[in-house]
């Protein structure tokens, strides 16, 4: 517990540094966000020549365009910007893709984004983000207390603060994936909380007269060795998806390998030592628990 007097003030200094970034520098939306059109192909020659269909789709005029390997060495993922002049723009641009790649390629898939479907995408995408929040918010009161409330929300929206951050800082395209790696890092993160609230919990009705910095510290010790392995063992999988996955999940699993490292570090760092900052004392917690205690008493002297 001691340490909170460096993680709360390195905490607070990245998640400010993520905000500023994130209003300055601004998120790499991809195009299911800012709209544009997706042409999965696959090439006649295998390996593909990434730098050649690059270099091809450069002289068409179609302003950004992204080309990245996709799934096998002949397959090939192009992504184009949102064209000026709407749909017919949007559908031009295709038209100009397949008449210069016509004869050398294969293609498998094309998915054209508009503007207003992108933009219902980001409010959908971040209408689902607040959502869950407000649910785990509620469901951890009822659960728990306030204090445990309020800390396992704060620590969760500074992890996905400094995830969005890391999107910043890095210029990761930010797609409908991502999101989805935030929803899950959010998952993660409050399971590994509230696994040592509980245990928390457990301890303040166990050791009624115990400070409650030593009894915030047992309770971390006793779900160390848990909350490393159950980290390591999905940071293994983790890695192996980026290392093997390919291109197309590489961002998405970069996230999620970054929100497990600051998931388990705010259980540990920021969750427990919150409490003590909302003021939690064992007589706070035990109140409850005394009430608990005095039921089972009386219904255990009551009268069959």
Do not use: C, H
Not at 9 to 37: C, E, M, Y
Not at 172 to 193: K, P, R, V
Request: proline letters at 3%.
């Amino acid at each position: 517990m001691w340490l909170r007097r460096y993680s709360f003030p390195l905490s607070a200094l990245i998640a400010v540094a993520s905000i500023v970034l994130f209003f300055t520098v601004g998120l790499n939306f991809g195009i299911d966000f800012k709209g544009g059109t997706v042409i999965e192909m696959k090439t006649n020659e295998s390996p593909a020549d990434i730098a050649q269909i690059r270099a091809d789709l450069g002289t068409l005029d179609l302003g950004d365009v992204q080309v990245q390997s996709f799934g096998g060495p002949d397959e090939v993922l192009v992504r184009i910007q949102q064209q000026d002049g709407g749909e017919p723009a949007q559908q031009a641009a295709v038209a100009k893709v397949r008449s210069s790649f016509e004869n050398r390629v294969e293609f498998r898939r094309i998915e054209v984004v508009g503007p207003r479907v992108s933009g219902e995408l980001a409010q959908a995408g971040t209408i689902a983000v607040i959502s869950a929040l407000v649910v785990i918010l509620f469901y951890i009161w009822f659960r728990f207390e306030w204090q445990f409330a309020i800390g396992a929300i704060v620590t969760t929206i500074n992890d996905i603060i400094v995830t969005v951050g890391l999107f910043v800082v890095l210029q990761l395209e930010f797609s409908l994936s991502s999101i989805a790696a935030i929803l899950t890092i959010i998952g993660y993160s409050l399971n590994d909380t509230v696994v040592v609230y509980d245990r928390i919990r457990e301890n303040l009705r166990r050791y009624k007269k115990m400070a409650l910095p030593e009894l915030l510290d047992r309770s971390i010790n006793e779900m160390l060795s848990r909350t490393v392995m159950t980290s390591v063992t999905t940071l293994l999988a983790l890695i192996a998806l980026y290392i093997f996955g390919g291109e197309v999940i590489r961002t998405f699993t970069l996230a999620m390998i970054f929100g497990i490292v600051i998931g388990t570090y705010s259980s540990i760092f920021l969750a427990a030592p919150m409490l003590i900052f909302l003021n939690l004392r064992p007589g706070g917690g035990q109140a409850k628990a005394d009430k608990e205690d005095k039921e089972e008493d009386d219904s255990a002297a009551a009268p069959a």
